[in-house]
């Protein structure tokens, strides 16, 4: 069964600390991997894709990592800001059809 | 306009009682796509516009749900006989040239359903 599995659930640091999701798949076969960013009472907005081929991508001071062997992808938030508390979601396209696996989310809460 | 838009933003109704939530993608974007997002879970796929067609309505979870595209534009989705478990935010997405896996969907603000 094609799943999306993220940890922590949910994260609470401090602002200016760095911090790092994780993001482990079962989806095959493979196509894409993204990350997206759904603040509160909006929908989602794309910060990273990755296709197989691809170890890592950077997108101001997220920095988001894949794994193709092992089915696993990092996202890394840099010098964390109050605007980077949202819910985190990880997403996997398999390479037919045309749905998008969802994971259920981190939510990240950046506090002063 | 500059993006994908939906309403209402939230809407309470009786158990019973049906409702239509409404979807203006992207302009030029020949993909729309339905989802829900019940609290804490993921995003569930609920059905997908090429134009105006469904090639894919696998995620609707009853005969209950329905949805169409006029003008491959706006889509409307309709819940009939609401349930108490029907309540979710109904997000929208849309993206350009088809359901290839590598195109983006960009997604509205959701529409949160609350039934009483």
């Known amino acids: 069964k094609n799943q999306v599995e993220q940890s922590p659930q949910s994260l609470i640091i401090l602002e200016g600390k760095n911090c790092t999701l994780q993001c482990n798949y079962t989806v095959s076969p493979f196509s894409n991997l993204r990350w997206y960013k759904q603040d509160t009472g909006r929908g989602p907005v794309s910060l990273t894709i990755m296709t197989f081929s691809e170890n890592t991508k950077s997108n101001g001071r997220y920095t988001a990592t894949l794994d193709a062997d092992t089915k696993q992808s990092s996202l890394h938030i840099t010098a964390s800001q109050l605007s980077d508390s949202a819910s985190y979601i990880c997403?996997?396209?398999?390479?037919?059809?045309?749905?998008?696996?969802f994971g259920k989310g981190t939510t990240l809460s950046v506090s002063s | 306009g500059a993006g994908v838009s939906q309403s209402p933003s939230n809407k309470v109704t009786e158990k019973g009682k049906d409702v239509e939530l409404r979807c203006d993608p992207i302009?030029?974007?020949?993909?729309l796509y339905w989802y829900r997002q019940r609290l804490g879970q993921g995003l569930e796929f609920l059905i997908y516009f090429q134009g105006n067609s469904a090639p894919d309505k696998s995620g609707l979870p009853s005969d209950r749900f329905s949805a169409e595209r006029t003008g491959e534009s706006v889509s409307t989705l309709t819940i009939q006989r609401t349930q108490q478990e029907d309540s979710a935010v109904y997000l929208c997405?849309?993206?350009?040239?088809?359901?290839?896996?590598?195109?983006?969907?960009?997604f509205g603000p959701g529409t949160r359903l609350t039934v009483l």
């Open positions: 997405a849309s993206s350009s040239e088809g359901a290839r896996p590598s195109n983006e969907q960009f």
């Open positions: 997403v996997v396209s398999a390479q037919a059809g045309t749905a998008l696996i």
């Open positions: 302009s030029g974007h020949t993909a």
